[in-house]
């Protein structure tokens, strides 16, 4: 097979942020607008859940960039590693006018008191934590590191080579795709050809068997680079 540097559809399926957005709820029987804003303890109640004791990392969309991953993600260059290690955090999405003084979750920003102004986005550890704030033009490299120093705070697990095995793993999937679909392709004009009880097609079918079983062996060793063993937080959540 010709080497194919574009990846294939598993890949492309975990290359993606998997953005939360939350919906404020209604208090005292009020519309969440005309209650104003929540205090931070209590909107970090519902931008974490208490189920996902994952870092959090919040992002806030500007007028000119809605509905993209700009702030996070490089224009220029490819974003694989930064994806994958997003994957670890509760990653969340706030909209532009979280900034107006009525939303619900403007003290997700305002109430940290930003030296520098609001961030575009950052990143918390627990609830308790000073966050760790990016403006959107940040270096790959500052990020990734800033990334790492969380996530080696709240796993067990080093971070750093389970990143590296889980890249290896979604070249794996890259080679299995590719090959999958190559075979259909040979198969489909087989079975026209010479029907789908031929010797070929009998051969082609059980050779696109083959690949599915080491995409299932591939996809048992994802999930175990996957579980970093999150830690349980002792820290005191701290009232705001």
């Not at 194919?4 to 290359?15: H, M």
């Not at 208490?50 to 509905?67: M, N």
């Amino acid at each position: 097979m010709p080497i194919s540097f574009e990846r294939g559809a598993t890949s492309k399926n975990r290359l993606q942020v998997d953005w939360l957005h939350p919906v404020p709820p209604a208090r005292d029987g009020q519309e969440t607008a005309a209650a104003g804003p929540m205090p931070l303890g209590d909107a970090l109640d519902v931008l974490w859940e208490k189920d996902d004791g994952r870092p959090l990392l919040v992002l806030r969309e500007c007028k000119l960039c809605q509905g993209s991953d700009g702030a996070l993600l490089s224009r220029s260059l490819a974003n694989d590693k930064t994806i994958l290690l997003t994957k670890w955090f509760r990653t969340v999405r706030l909209p532009a006018h979280v900034a107006e003084a009525g939303h619900p979750f403007r003290n997700v920003f305002e109430a940290y008191k930003f030296k520098k102004g609001w961030p575009h986005f950052f990143m918390l550890a627990h609830k308790g934590a000073k966050p760790v704030a990016f403006t959107g033009v940040q270096t790959q490299s500052q990020l990734w590191q800033a990334m790492f120093r969380m996530l080696d705070q709240r796993y067990a697990k080093n971070p750093k080579r389970a990143l590296k095995k889980w890249l290896s793993l979604l070249d794996r999937y890259d080679t299995l795709d590719a090959r999958k679909k190559q075979l259909k392709e040979v198969l489909y004009a087989v079975r026209a050809e010479a029907g789908p009880k031929s010797s070929r097609a009998i051969k082609l079918t059980k050779k696109l068997a083959d690949i599915e079983k080491k995409r299932t062996a591939v996809a048992k060793e994802e999930a175990k680079v996957r579980d970093l063993k999150l830690l349980k937080l002792r820290e005191k959540v701290a009232s705001k």
